[in-house]
């Protein structure tokens, strides 16, 4: 029996392996995470010790999903509400980690949206709104540099950082 990954999640559920059986592993795309040891191959897998009950136990992660879309909404530091949506590129590089949390995906997108947050508190508004490029690239460096993502992922590139605009309510507290 194996096991298909659920498309809101990197990890699928854990599946036991067969005493003697195939587990077809797409080569770039997953890997098969047993008990502890990672396999990116499709391989042929023995579990003598499922003849004595005691199976061996295993999971799925993709290592290249689709880019992450995380929203921040926080004050800049002018004190003037702003929020950016970003695209994140990233691939799994640690998946004997990943497979032993319980929602890495919204872990991941906790985490990047708190350094979001952070960022948008330290600069002012008319910095994000007048960006020239510079806002990608920083932000880029702000999340690759977590401890919680260099134990885990790899970030390629932030494909698009997106201002949100202010209402015209808000617009008119600002004179």
Same mark, same amino acid.
């Given at each position: 029996?194996?096991?298909?990954?659920?498309?809101?999640?990197?990890?699928? &559920?854990? *599946?036991? $392996?067969?005493? *003697?059986?195939?587990?077809?592993?797409?080569?770039?795309?997953?890997?098969?995470?047993?008990?502890?040891?990672?396999?990116? @191959?499709?391989?042929?897998?023995?579990?003598?010790?499922?003849?004595?009950?005691?199976? /061996?136990?295993?999971?799925?992660?993709?290592?290249?999903?689709?880019? %992450?879309?995380?929203?921040?909404?926080? %004050?800049?530091?002018?004190? *003037?509400?702003?929020?950016?949506?970003?695209?994140?590129?990233?691939?799994?590089?640690?998946?004997?980690?990943?497979?032993?949390? &319980?929602?890495?995906?919204?872990?991941?997108?906790?985490?990047?949206?708190?350094?979001?947050?952070?960022? $948008?508190?330290?600069?002012?508004?008319?910095?994000?709104? &007048?960006?020239?490029?510079?806002?990608?690239?920083?932000?880029? @460096?702000?999340?690759?540099?977590?401890? *919680?993502?260099?134990?885990?992922?790899? $970030?390629?590139? $932030? %494909?698009?950082?997106?201002?949100?605009?202010?209402?015209? /309510?808000? %617009? &008119? /507290?600002?004179?």
């Amino acid at each position: 029996m194996t096991a298909q990954i659920p498309s809101d999640e990197l990890v699928s &559920h854990e *599946f036991q $392996i067969s005493i *003697f059986g195939w587990e077809n592993i797409e080569w770039g795309r997953e890997v098969l995470v047993v008990e502890g040891q990672v396999f990116d @191959k499709t391989r042929f897998m023995v579990n003598l010790m499922g003849l004595i009950g005691r199976g /061996k136990y295993a999971r799925r992660v993709i290592v290249n999903p689709s880019p %992450l879309c995380v929203k921040a909404a926080s %004050l800049s530091s002018d004190l *003037f509400p702003a929020t950016l949506e970003i695209s994140v590129n990233y691939q799994v590089m640690n998946p004997a980690k990943i497979v032993t949390e &319980h929602q890495p995906l919204t872990a991941l997108s906790d985490v990047i949206q708190g350094l979001l947050r952070e960022y $948008i508190t330290a600069i002012p508004e008319d910095s994000i709104i &007048h960006d020239k490029g510079d806002l990608r690239l920083e932000i880029h @460096k702000r999340i690759s540099q977590s401890p *919680f993502i260099v134990e885990r992922y790899r $970030i390629s590139e $932030i %494909l698009m950082v997106r201002y949100v605009s202010r209402t015209m /309510k808000q %617009l &008119h /507290k600002k004179d």
